[in-house]
């Protein structure tokens, strides 16, 4: 998989005025590979008052070093942007009996650029 997003980065070498501040906006983007596991199981029975669900997904994933950071760049801190690779886990759950939706949570470190990476979210499963 691929994670994308802007970043304000900085030329090392401000000779002349690039933008407000001396920050340009650059999209970059992080390639991702790794393992995910999914458990889902969903029963039904007469003898039930609803079925039940319950789903679990884990994931671990490393990532590679950003592309599309123009040489001789530096964050908006003024530290350089180094070519390291990085990893982020994530862990959903959908537990009857609140069983609508998926609560994700993920975490991870990207030493390229001293970046942390934090999602907290909510899906809704049409099923």
Do not use: C
């Amino acid at each position: 998989g691929v994670i994308s997003g802007q970043v304000n980065l900085r030329h090392d070498l401000l000779l002349e005025p690039l933008a407000p501040g001396g920050k340009i906006p650059t999209q970059i983007y992080v390639f991702e590979g790794g393992l995910r596991y999914v458990y889902f199981i969903h029963a039904t029975s007469p003898y039930l008052a609803r079925s039940v669900r319950t789903t679990v997904e884990l994931s671990a994933h490393l990532l590679a070093p950003p592309l599309g950071v123009p040489a001789r760049m530096t964050d908006a801190d003024g530290k350089a942007i180094r070519v390291l690779p990085g990893f982020k886990a994530d862990v959903a759950w959908g537990l009857a009996p609140l069983d609508w939706g998926l609560t994700e949570v993920g975490l991870g470190y990207f030493p390229a650029g001293g970046w942390i990476y934090f999602r907290l979210g909510w899906t809704y499963l049409f099923y």
